[in-house]
Each structure stands twice: as structure tokens, then as C-alpha cells.
């Protein structure tokens, strides 16, 4: 397995994964949407203990959007890091902002989620599985 790398936009924040990354999805809920500034975010999940920050741990602050969830980002450059949930079945897991990523990676199964919800001026026109 490979260490992949990352980076916030002003390279303040620098972290590794030196474990698999799991679950790869599109969120197109209204909180990720404002969190991103785009049509959707797109994450992929890995254990807390692989995700290693190696600088700018100081510069990460946290936001709790909701009841079910922390985002963190870069306060330098406001890039979205990590997404992570209160509930205890994702208690060992971190979600990683894809676009955060620096190396070169594949992400097999990803999925669209919330399109209930995705914003009215974009169209999937994918053949990603997509979710409510």
C-alpha cells in the first residue's frame, strides 16, 4: 500500500494516509455544498490512527456543522480538510476532502449522496450510483 499525500491550498497543513481510504463518495447536501463553494464535495474515508498530520496541526480548527458532524479546515486558506461524525459507528473514521490529495490515487465505488438535495442548476450525468 501506498502513503498518499496531502496538503491544504496554502500547503499550511500537510498530512499522510498511510492506510486505505474507503467509501468514496459525492456529498450533495446543502452543508457540503457551502462548505465547498461547489456542486457537491467529494471525500473518501479512512481510520483516524492512518491519517497522520506532519505540519500546520495548529492552523486545523473545527466546525461543528450540525449535531451529527465536524468539519475541520485550514484557517490560513479556509480549504475543507475532514469531515468526521459524532455517532459511535464512525468514531474510528475520518473522512478526507479528495481534492485535498496530492498523490496520485484510485477511488473504486464511489457514489452520489443527498441528490435529493444537490443544487437545482446541476445535472449528475454520471453513472455513479446515486442516494437520497
Known amino acids: 500500500m501506498s502513503v498518499l499525500q496531502g496538503s491544504c491550498l ?3 497543513v500537510k498530512f499522510e494516509i498511510r492506510g486505505p481510504m474507503v467509501k468514496f463518495s459525492h456529498c450533495h447536501c446543502s452543508q457540503c455544498r457551502k462548505g465547498h463553494g ?4 467529494s471525500y473518501g474515508r479512512t481510520r483516524r490512527t492512518d491519517l497522520h498530520i506532519l505540519a500546520g ?3 486545523i480548527k473545527a466546525y461543528a456543522s450540525s449535531e451529527r ?4 479546515f485550514c484557517v ?4 475543507s480538510l ?3 461524525g459524532n455517532s459511535d459507528e464512525l468514531a474510528e473514521w475520518i473522512a478526507v476532502a479528495l481534492g485535498t ?3 496520485p490515487f484510485a477511488a ?15 445535472t449528475i450525468e454520471d453513472h455513479l450510483p446515486q442516494f437520497d
Open 10 to 12: 496554502c500547503g499550511t
Open 38 to 41: 461547489a456542486a457537491f464535495a
Open 57 to 59: 496541526r495548529e492552523s
Open 69 to 72: 458532524a465536524r468539519r475541520e
Open 76 to 79: 490560513h486558506c479556509g480549504a
Open 82 to 84: 475532514f469531515w468526521s
Open 101 to 103: 490529495i496530492d498523490t
Open 108 to 122: 473504486p465505488g464511489q457514489k452520489h449522496l443527498h441528490v435529493a438535495s444537490k443544487a437545482a442548476w446541476y
